[in-house]
């Protein structure tokens, strides 16, 4: 496995910037990521913050066992009671069969910085991973893609989520995810690895409830010996630990959300573009009603309102359900990362690109209750490239950098023209101004007589035109044709590396990489080394 670190000039000035270490950017966080004296002050800063250590490690022993964890995760669990101990963080929805590659690229980016931090601490550091159970959008985490030449297939599971419920309390139809499952093998093929895939995420289906037990149950079956702990911020037990988070939440509303807007103002007059909205009412909780999840803003009145009127509380009300009854509240993409940082000794939190842009928004936030956030470090980006594709890379003469960013399309074209000398357009070309020249004076002596007999001419040319562009047409065909195979070449790398035009991190599932690699494959990944300041790496298998 060799390893090979690239540029991604195509993401984001803001991702681009704050990997640069630029003051302004930084200027918007407590910590900078890429300095190792920041982790010690942040380590210093947790030492003297009070958590719920003893609850927690009691509700994650139940939580991971429930999902078939390994004895390192219990081992890790047991040393989160140590006073002393730390977590470098970072979450993600429960997609299915774990959702796109970037979602492995997050749990391997958080495992290696917790055995880092560690090794440089001298002290307990605990990879987590906080399952967002909470999200409501089923559509988003209900497909996966499949490569099928020449593009990507989506792949979805036929149930319909019938009112917006809590992804973690929403319960899978088994017999609609073993279809799913059937016909997503039946399109893999057969390697040594597929029956063991199939009897594994098959036995995995039949001990889960829910898509977030499913996504957890694979989850440790992939690192089962790497010391991962899961948490799902929907679960009750662990809503109970955060009843007094939520009522310092509800008291800060004007703080946080002021912050917040002020915050996204100022990064949109530097020029920087951050996916998040944000308005002064905002309360950034959400509530269940009926069953389901409700975003609640702030009157003027000073009353919590659904977005769409649907529900009317008091201040006092509100505060009254986080203290008796907090398994109804949930968090916004605002007050996640606070919650994550009062639940946990967060010594670092894993971000996706996109986070990180909206995290700048945040620091006010975590002001507002008199903490810190903590260094946001971004997730490794990776590219898997197999031997085939990297040797038809080099037949070609095509550097992975550029297939990776740009795709090989225009390689493509300027393949099939090389093979036709000279090239057909050029003698298309040659042909029309032949037929020009021999036709003018025909056309000159047509205009003398008769203007409308002149425009006879002019259509005439036209029509001549046309069937050379017709026969330059059907001979580029029958020469795609004739060298259909080595076309299908160019098609198979852009599947592979640049799938619908992006990286291939945010379309491909693990599922075929696993197939041919085996089941061990993420923790194979574990031991390449990586360079956190790189924006890409290219993974030789």
């Known amino acids: 496995m060799r390893i090979q670190p690239i540029a991604l000039p195509s993401q984001n000035k803001f991702i681009q910037h704050y990997r640069a270490q630029e003051q302004e950017l930084l200027n918007k966080f407590h910590y900078n990521p890429y300095n190792q004296e920041e982790y010690e002050k942040?380590?210093?800063?947790?030492?003297?913050?009070?958590?719920?250590?003893?609850?927690?490690?009691?509700?994650?022993?139940?939580?991971?066992?429930?999902?078939?964890?390994?004895?390192?995760?219990?081992?890790?669990?047991?040393?989160?009671?140590?006073?002393?101990?730390?977590?470098?963080?970072?979450?993600?929805?429960?997609?299915?069969?774990?959702?796109?590659?970037?979602?492995?690229?997050?749990?391997?980016?958080?495992?290696?910085?917790?055995?880092?931090?560690?090794?440089?601490?001298?002290?307990?550091?605990?990879?987590?991973?906080?399952?967002?159970?909470?999200?409501?959008?089923?559509?988003?985490?209900?497909h996966i893609y499949m490569p099928q030449s020449p593009r990507m297939k989506k792949h979805k599971i036929l149930q319909k989520q019938m009112k917006k419920e809590a992804i973690s309390e929403m319960e899978m139809d088994e017999e609609a995810i073993q279809s799913w499952l059937d016909r997503l093998f039946a399109g893999l093929h057969e390697s040594e690895y597929t029956n063991r895939l199939y009897d594994l995420f098959k036995s995995e289906l039949k001990e889960s409830t829910t898509f977030v037990d499913l996504f957890a149950r694979i989850t440790h079956s992939f690192f089962s010996e790497e010391g991962l702990v899961l948490i799902d911020a929907q679960n009750e037990d662990l809503r109970r630990l955060e009843s007094s988070?939520?009522?310092?939440?509800?008291?800060?509303?004007?703080?946080?959300?002021?912050?917040?807007?002020?915050?996204?103002?100022?990064?949109?007059?530097?020029?920087?573009?951050?996916?998040?909205?944000?308005?002064?009412?905002?309360?950034?909780?959400?509530?269940?009603?009926?069953?389901?999840?409700?975003?609640?803003?702030?009157?003027?009145?000073?009353?919590?309102?659904?977005?769409?009127?649907?529900?009317?509380?008091?201040?006092?009300?509100?505060?009254?359900?986080?203290?008796?009854?907090?398994?109804?509240?949930?968090?916004?993409?605002v007050t996640r990362p606070l919650m994550q940082d009062l639940v946990l000794p967060s010594l670092s939190f894993i971000a996706g690109p996109g986070e990180?842009?909206?995290?700048?928004?945040?620091?006010?936030?975590?002001?507002?209750?008199d903490i810190q956030m903590p260094p946001v470090m971004p997730r490794l980006s990776l590219t898997l490239l197999d031997r085939k594709n990297e040797k038809w890379l080099?037949?070609?003469?095509?550097?992975?950098?550029?297939?990776?960013?740009?795709?090989?399309?225009?390689?493509?074209?300027?393949?099939?023209?090389?093979?036709?000398?000279?090239?057909?357009?050029?003698?298309?070309?040659?042909?029309?101004?032949?037929?020009?020249?021999?036709?003018?004076?025909l056309k000159e002596k047509a205009h003398e007589i008769r203007d409308d007999i002149g425009q006879l001419a002019e259509k005439n040319l036209f029509h001549l035109f046309r069937d050379v562009e017709f026969l330059q047409e059907r001979m580029a065909q029958g020469l795609e044709e004739k060298h259909s195979r080595e076309l299908e070449v160019f098609d198979q790398i852009d599947l592979r590396l640049h799938p619908e035009g992006g990286l291939q991190e945010r379309i491909w599932n693990i599922l075929p990489f696993v197939n041919d690699y085996g089941p061990d494959l993420p923790k194979q990944l574990l031991c390449a080394q990586y360079d956190w300041k790189k924006a890409h790496h290219v993974i030789f298998m």
């Open 245 to 333: 988070y939520f009522q310092e939440m509800i008291k800060k509303q004007p703080e946080i959300s002021e912050g917040v807007v002020r915050s996204l103002h100022q990064t949109a007059q530097q020029g920087y573009a951050v996916n998040l909205e944000a308005e002064v009412d905002d309360g950034h909780l959400f509530y269940k009603w009926n069953g389901e999840r409700t975003l609640l803003m702030k009157d003027e009145e000073g009353y919590w309102r659904g977005k769409k009127d649907e529900v009317c509380l008091s201040e006092e009300e509100l505060m009254h359900i986080a203290e008796t009854a907090p398994h109804l509240l949930s968090n916004n993409v």
């Open 356 to 369: 990180v842009g909206y995290w700048s928004a945040l620091k006010s936030v975590f002001e507002s209750l």
């Open 394 to 441: 080099r037949r070609h003469l095509i550097d992975v950098e550029q297939a990776v960013n740009e795709g090989v399309t225009e390689d493509k074209s300027k393949w099939i023209a090389m093979q036709s000398y000279p090239p057909i357009e050029e003698l298309a070309d040659e042909v029309k101004r032949a037929i020009e020249r021999a036709h003018r004076p």
């Open 42 to 142: 942040r380590a210093q800063e947790l030492d003297s913050r009070s958590f719920q250590r003893e609850e927690l490690a009691d509700h994650l022993q139940v939580i991971n066992k429930k999902w078939g964890a390994g004895e390192a995760t219990f081992t890790n669990i047991e040393r989160l009671r140590n006073p002393e101990s730390v977590v470098v963080v970072g979450g993600q929805q429960a997609g299915l069969l774990t959702g796109p590659l970037y979602t492995i690229h997050k749990m391997i980016s958080i495992i290696i910085m917790a055995k880092e931090q560690e090794e440089a601490l001298g002290r307990p550091v605990l990879p987590v991973f906080w399952i967002a159970g909470e999200d409501h959008d089923f559509d988003e985490i209900n």
